[in-house]
C-alpha cells in the first residue's frame, strides 16, 4: 500500500513552515499512508520562503492535489496565506513550536480566519486528524477510501468495545447488562 502512496501523483499536500515541524507533521503522513493515499511532503514557510509559498500555493490545483494540510506554529500564517491564494481546501496544524507561548497562538493564528478565506483548523499539534479530515474528503470521490474510513471507524468502535469488556470484568457496571 505505501509503495502506492509514492508511486502515484500526490492527492495531498502536506507542508509546514519548518523542519522543526516534521516530528507533528508525519502523523499526517503516516495516517495518508495507511489509507494508501498518495501525497507529498515539503517545508514551505510563509516568513522565510515567501515567493516559494506563493508558487507552491498557485501551482497546487493544477499540479492535481486536491488537498492541502499546512502546520505551522507561533505566528502561524502559512495555512492562512496558503488558503488566500488557493481554490483548494486547506487543514490548518497548529503546532507548539519553539516560538510559541503555550499554543495558543499558532490556534489563533491558523482558526480566527476572516469570512471568505476558511482554514479547516484540526486541534494543537493534531495532524492525525488532518490527515483524517484529508482522507474523508478524498473518500467523497473515491468509494475505496470511503469504505476504508468506514473499517477505520469500525476499528475504533471494536478497540473502545473491547476496553468496557476488560474494565466491566474487573469494576462494576450496569449500563452494559
Ligand atoms: C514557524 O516557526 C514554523 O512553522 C515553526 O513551527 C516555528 C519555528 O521554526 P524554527 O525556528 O524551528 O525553524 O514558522
Known amino acids: 500500500m505505501e509503495e502506492t502512496a509514492k508511486l502515484q501523483t500526490p492527492l495531498?499536500?502536506?507542508?509546514?513552515?519548518?523542519?522543526?515541524d516534521l516530528k507533528i507533521?508525519?502523523?499526517?503522513?503516516?495516517?495518508?499512508?495507511?489509507?494508501?493515499?498518495a501525497f507529498e511532503l515539503t517545508i514551505v514557510s510563509a516568513h522565510r520562503t515567501p515567493t516559494r509559498m506563493v508558487?507552491?500555493?498557485?501551482?497546487?490545483?493544477?499540479?492535481?492535489?486536491?488537498?492541502?494540510?499546512?502546520?505551522?506554529?507561533?505566528?502561524?500564517?502559512?495555512?492562512?496565506?496558503?488558503?488566500s491564494i488557493t481554490t483548494l481546501p486547506v487543514i490548518g496544524v497548529p503546532i507548539k513550536s519553539s516560538n510559541s507561548i503555550d499554543g495558543w497562538d499558532s490556534v489563533l493564528s491558523i482558526l480566527q480566519m476572516p469570512n471568505g478565506v476558511p482554514v479547516a483548523t484540526v486541534a494543537?499539534?493534531?495532524?492525525?486528524?488532518?490527515?483524517?479530515?484529508a482522507?474523508?474528503?478524498?473518500?467523497?470521490?473515491?468509494?475505496n477510501i470511503s469504505s476504508k474510513m468506514r473499517d477505520y471507524k469500525n476499528q475504533l468502535e471494536a478497540s473502545v468495545l473491547d476496553k468496557?469488556?476488560?474494565?466491566?470484568?474487573?469494576?462494576?457496571?450496569?449500563?452494559d447488562k
Open 12 to 20: 495531498v499536500g502536506i507542508i509546514m513552515g519548518s523542519d522543526s
Open 135 to 143: 482522507a474523508q474528503i478524498i473518500g467523497t470521490f473515491d468509494e
Open 164 to 175: 468496557v469488556k476488560k474494565i466491566s470484568e474487573e469494576w462494576t457496571n450496569d449500563f
Open 55 to 83: 508558487e507552491y500555493a498557485t501551482k497546487a490545483a493544477d499540479r492535481g492535489l486536491k488537498i492541502i494540510i499546512a502546520g505551522a506554529g507561533g505566528a502561524a500564517h502559512l495555512p492562512g496565506m496558503i488558503a
Open 25 to 37: 507533521m508525519k502523523d499526517a503522513a503516516e495516517i495518508l499512508k495507511e489509507f494508501g493515499i
Open 124 to 133: 494543537l499539534n493534531a495532524a492525525k486528524n488532518a490527515g483524517i479530515v
